[in-house]
């Protein structure tokens, strides 16, 4: 072989190794659903909808925020202005953050918030998408003393609020629905999917801007029967101290680079809820190679 073949030839393998490389690099980082959550897969609703105690003792999972002592004292005095007490105790709090949730976003137009520091400013940082607002409810939520989690579907992102006699109860702070059953109680994520023709939305507060959706007022599931809580197959939740990073983070090339050269990059936990046909989301830095 001569010299110009042979160039030729290290070339072509350098090139394909190249191509190889950016090809794994966009399937398993880019594209693949958080991927740099170290993931732990759980097969049936009770493990999933745990308490709070026991997901951290069996998941090792805490869904607390790290949130300073000033922001909880700043977010408790922001949601005094829309407590009512008409209801009870609760429903009143759930309202009132709701409330909160859908004034913040409504006051902001610009790019995703991702900052816990920013979490309660009122400024052009924060755009009004689902998730946004569940996060910023489930912060608010915590700040009196609730656990909460976000929970993210195919399409759609949601919270969840822990009572320790009802167990969770998901508030779409997006939508402005939360579920219940023929006896007026309110339901889990998981039990409004696996039932949903048996569950109906009710709405938490009246409407207050029109910028805000509203699924029922909008007839959101009249006119979509397979809804994002119709049939969905897709439930991960985040630990507390990754909720407002992960974004952040998992889009930095460093990240990618050293979970795609290394497998060891991480930028917090998880816990998916996963059925037969589901797909697996998360472990890059975990099982990066046995997937290849």
Known sequence: MNYTNKKNCYLFIYCLIFFIFIYVVYENVIIRPFPFIIMKYVTTIDDFNASPDLLEKNQNISFELPLKKSYITKLKTFLSQFKTKKCGYFEDDIKAAVSGTRTLIHHSKGPIRRNIDQIILIDDNLDNICSENAKIFVALMQSIGYIGRVVWMCGHTVAEVYQPNSG?????????????????????????????????????????????????????????????????????????????????????????????????????????????????????????????
């Open 168 to 292: 969770w109860i998901l508030i779409d702070p997006y939508g402005n629905i939360a579920f219940k059953d023929i006896n007026d109680n309110f339901l889990d994520l998981l039990t409004i999917n696996k039932n949903f023709d048996k569950v109906r939305p009710v709405n938490i507060i009246r409407r207050k801007y029109s910028d805000c959706e509203d699924y029922i007022e909008s007839k959101y599931f009249q006119k979509n029967s397979k809804n994002v809580y119709n049939n969905q197959k897709c439930f991960v939740t985040l630990d507390g101290d990754s909720l407002f990073s992960f974004h952040e983070q998992h889009r930095k090339a460093s990240s990618i680079l050293r979970s795609a050269l290394f497998g060891e990059f991480i930028v917090g936990k998880g816990i998916q809820y996963v059925l037969k046909d589901s797909s697996k989301f998360g472990n890059v830095g975990i099982n990066f190679y046995k997937r290849l």
